[in-house]
Every structure is written in structure tokens, then in C-alpha cells.
């Protein structure tokens, strides 16, 4: 009679072992019974074909995947048209006057409360031709639903585009087009026809002078920002902007 080969301490044995030692004891057992072992196979694909639906399901859930952060309260927030749209919002308890500066270098904006800053966004200025006057200005107007009446379309009776991005000082309309105004929401002017506004932001400088916030960092600036607020706009204040937040905190 051959002696029974010594059975390994489950301790010693390999972790890929332990894991898998109830489907070798499944196999075992259905190669002892075929006909059960069909059965417990048709079962054992029946549940692994539901659990594979439910992890896809819920690796799909685009709400979880997509969700954006709050602009409300401490907020970091990269998303939007160039995979780098910042914006932070956090005016709780701060009190003093409000004040926007604008770094051209850095491409944004920072909204002041007295010597705290209380809001960051990303702009898009004036592209080359068309850049952004540097200089101190101030709000002297606020229109929500603001249209531009030189940068749009040129557009045929129908409304299809004939013409896009255009400026009618400039750019001759062909037969048979109307302009369109570009639409600037929650348009805070600050110097002649320049103003921030909502738009769009490709990353780089690309408006016509004006410049362009995130939707809802418009509105923050728009809803904080009162006629008479000073706007400065210079080339590197994004220093300075930092060590206000360094003392913020």
C-alpha cells in the first residue's frame, strides 16, 4: 500500500493556490458526476454572465465619470474646452471692497475681496492684432444678455452660417447675409468695446479683445463685481495673487 503524500499546511501554501483551490474542487467534482457537473456549469455561467453586467454597468455610469465640482466653496476644478479650466471660489466670511485683476501672462483672472483673493478662472484675452489694453480700468457697465454689434456671423435669411468669426469694421458682407452678434453673457464692460465675458476658451489668447471666462465663473464675477469695481490688467500678477491666497490660508 503506497503512503499518502503529506498534505501542504494551508499556511505554506501559494496565495494563487488558496484562491483557487474551490474551482479545482469544482472540477474535481464534476469530472466524478458528469451530469451534475453540466448543471453546476450551466449555473456557475449564468452567474458570472450577470456579475460581468453589473460591473460594466457601473463602470459606465457616466454621471460619476463626468461630474463636475461645485464652484461653490474651496473649489479646484480642471475641465472645460482644453483639459486645464481652473476655477476656485471661496468668499465665506471675507469681507472689503471687490477688485479683478487680470494676468495676461497667465491667462486669468482674480477677483479680490479688500487684500484676499476669493475667486481664480481662466480667461482667453485678445489674440494677436487684437490684443488686451493693459492699464487700470473699471466696471462701468453689466449686461447679462449682452450681444455684440461688431464680432458674430454673417448669416443668410434662414440663419445658416454664410461667414463665421467675423468683424463687420473689416470683413465685407456677402450678398444676401445679415450679421449676427457674437452673444457675450453676463458682459462686464471695462474699457471702450472691451469687457469680460462668457465664451470660449481654447487654451491660448483667441478673442477679439475681450476677455473670455468659464460660464460659471462669469457669473461669479458678474454677480460680485458692481459698476464702478476697479479692473487692472497687466502682464504678471499671478505672484502676487499666490501669496495672497498663501496668506488667506
Not at 59 to 76: I, V
Not at 120 to 145: A, H, L, M, Q
Not at 190 to 217: D, N, Q, T
Request: aromatic fraction near 8%.
Amino acid at each position: 500500500m503506497v503512503a499518502a503524500k503529506p498534505r501542504m499546511p494551508r499556511e505554506n501554501m501559494p496565495t494563487d493556490a488558496i484562491r483557487l483551490s474551490p474551482l479545482l474542487r469544482t472540477r474535481h467534482v464534476m469530472s466524478d458526476n458528469s451530469g451534475d457537473g453540466q448543471v453546476a456549469l450551466g449555473i456557475l455561467g449564468k452567474i458570472l454572465l450577470i456579475f460581468a453586467f453589473f460591473v460594466a454597468g457601473c463602470a459606465a455610469n457616466p454621471q460619476s465619470a463626468t461630474r463636475s465640482h461645485s464652484t461653490s466653496g474651496n473649489t479646484g476644478e480642471k475641465s472645460g474646452e482644453h483639459g486645464d479650466q481652473v476655477a476656485y471660489w471661496d468668499d465665506d466670511r471675507v469681507g472689503g471692497n471687490p477688485k479683478i485683476i487680470v494676468d495676461l501672462n497667465a491667462q486669468r483672472a482674480y477677483f479680490y475681496r479688500g487684500s484676499k483673493v476669493v475667486g481664480i478662472s481662466v480667461v482667453s484675452t485678445g489674440r494677436e492684432g487684437y490684443n488686451t489694453p493693459s492699464g487700470e480700468f473699471s466696471i462701468t457697465e453689466k449686461d447679462p444678455t449682452h450681444v455684440s454689434s461688431i464680432y458674430g456671423d454673417y448669416v443668410d435669411r434662414s440663419g445658416r452660417v454664410m461667414v463665421e468669426n467675423v468683424d463687420i469694421t473689416k470683413d465685407s458682407r456677402p450678398r444676401g447675409a445679415v450679421f449676427r452678434g457674437a452673444p457675450m453673457l453676463y458682459f462686464l464692460r471695462i474699457h471702450g468695446g472691451v469687457g469680460m465675458h462668457a465664451g470660449y476658451l481654447p487654451g491660448y489668447p483667441a478673442s477679439h479683445g475681450c476677455i473670455r471666462l468659464p460660464k460659471e465663473m462669469a457669473v461669479r464675477f458678474f454677480e460680485n463685481a458692481a459698476i464702478g469695481t476697479p479692473v487692472i490688467v497687466r502682464q504678471a500678477a499671478q505672484q502676487e495673487a499666490e501669496t495672497e491666497i498663501g496668506k488667506a490660508g
